[in-house]
Nanobody, 121 residues
Framework: QVQLVESGGGLVQPGGSLRLSCAAS????????MGWFRQAPGKEREFVAA????????DYTDSVKGRFTISRDNAKNTVYLQMNSLKPEDTAVYYC??????????????WGRGTQVTVSS
């Protein structure tokens, strides 16, 4: 029984930065692996990044390596996604997920409702 709420999305220009947050409640957050996915109109849900419960292990899809950073603060029950050097192709609804560090969406048992990120001039 975990609830996830994303925030921090918005409209930014190419090259800009944005920091997404995912607040968790109703579960044992400190022992839960977390991930970020995104979905653009007409496209399938895509893996972005994941982090182990301790924060010591991370994984990123190739298209965001060097630009995005996933982190977590277990004391605040929150996971973050810092996005730098944003590109128009990063435009999507970003979802927070809990329960796995896998790149396979079906491995995650809990999902937030998403936050819109739009990169445009």
């Amino acid at each position: 029984q975990v609830q996830l709420v994303e925030s921090g999305g918005g409209l930014v220009q190419p090259g800009g930065s944005l920091r997404l947050s995912c607040a968790a409640s109703g579960g044992t957050f400190s022992r839960t692996h977390m991930g970020w996915f995104r979905q653009a109109p007409g496209k399938e849900r895509e893996f972005v990044a994941a982090i182990t419960w301790s924060g010591s292990g991370t994984d990123y899809t190739d298209s965001v390596k060097g630009r995005f950073t996933i982190s977590r603060d277990n004391a605040k029950n929150t996971v973050y996604l810092q996005m730098n050097s944003l590109k128009p192709e990063d435009t999507a609804v970003y979802y927070c997920a809990a329960g796995s560090i896998s790149r396979w969406a079906r491995s995650y048992g809990y999902w937030g409702r998403g936050t819109q990120v739009t990169v445009s001039s």
